[in-house]
């Protein structure tokens, strides 16, 4: 059997490349459109006879909340003395699984490819092939199904701990005083909103992959084999 390389482009016309070309692309959406955020929270505090202040609160992947300072030192705010605060919450474990899972199956597409494309020979001919990667694709449909609700709850947790509520419960000179805090600037997180909806999105994209996949293995064949084919009568058992 010939196992060298040999360039063929007919897999891209049929599902079984064509769909893993499709994966590559939503995978580089859903974790690009998180990876890179940065956004900044306008905060104003209106005071009771003396001057208004301003805050800005800025978070950024891996929204790692509590080590964002909101007041940075000791400062005298609406004639309150305010000691340094961070902002409440932490979302790293959630986004940054979802990212490293997007990564994965960006780099597990493009090796996909590189099989199907010149070593599909090789791929069919053998019973390892199929088997691994459909087991491997099984895998990670439940894996974007983990990692996309994660991050889902962790963007939620974001959104909370930076609307005026969670200012409002992170700063001190907000409760029970005659400060008014509100947030009147609000950070777009469209791109985030888009990374959960490119999770759920490759999830189903792996999963319609996974029966093209079977379909390969030799599970599929032998379960074929097993039935009888059309006009062919089965022979009772004796008894």
Known sequence: MMTGFRLNLSPLKEPLGFIKLVEWLTAIFAFGSCGGYSGRNIISLFCDEV?????????????????????????TICNHSVTPTHLMGDSASSVEFFVGIGIVCF????VALLVYLGYMHVYKDSDFGPIFDFVITAILVFLWLVCSS????GL???????DTDGIRATLALCK???????????????????????????????????WFVYK????????????????????????
């Open 216 to 239: 390969e293995t030799r599970w599929h064949s032998q379960k074929l084999a097993s039935q009888p084919g059309p006009g062919r009568q089965q022979v009772p058992a004796p008894i």
């Open 107 to 110: 780099l597990y597409s493009m």
């Open 156 to 162: 939620q947790n974001v959104k909370d701990a930076t």
């Open 150 to 153: 994660a991050w889902a709850k």
């Open 176 to 210: 029970g005083s005659n400060i008014t805090c509100e947030v009147t600037e609000f950070a777009s997180m469209r791109t985030l909103n888009i990374s959960v909806v490119f999770g759920y999105l490759n999830m189903l994209v792996w999963a319609g992959n996974a």
């Open 51 to 75: 001057k208004n202040e301003t805050l800005g609160a800025n978070f950024h992947y891996p929204f790692r909340l509590s080590q964002v300072p909101l007041i940075g030192e000791n400062t």
